[in-house]
Nanobody, 117 residues
């Protein structure tokens, strides 16, 4: 029904930038909310940012506010997470998460982001 495909992770030096992409490859349903969580080793998974389709509002966690931006892509069921001024503490596995009223809640497989010198 829904298949979330993530891309854009990798290694970057502190201060660098990465852009994560998440797309529903099947695009059968319309999402109500799509966003990104992250989980660092030994820590709980936390919400980083999300986008609500109905009113086009965004949420960005305080820990990344001013550095990360979430936006909706022109393709159906696609969102991007632009990450600037990356810090070592941003190192984590980033997971795309999406809620579809007609299909439920789905997770991507995760993409590793490593920030180190």
């Amino acid at each position: 029904q829904v298949q979330l495909m993530e891309s854009g992770g990798g290694w970057v030096q502190p201060g660098g930038s990465l852009r994560l992409s998440c797309a529903d490859s099947r695009s059968i349903f319309n999402f109500a909310r799509m966003g990104w969580y992250r989980q660092a080793p030994g820590k709980e998974r936390e919400l980083v940012a999300d986008f609500t389709s109905a009113d086009r509002t965004t949420y960005v966690a305080d820990s990344v506010k001013g550095r990360f931006t979430i936006s909706r892509g022109s393709a159906k069921n696609t969102v991007y997470l632009q990450m600037n001024s990356l810090k070592p503490e941003d190192t984590a596995v980033y997971y795309c998460n999406a809620y579809f009223p007609s299909a439920g809640l789905f997770w991507g497989q995760g993409t590793q982001v490593t920030v180190s010198s």
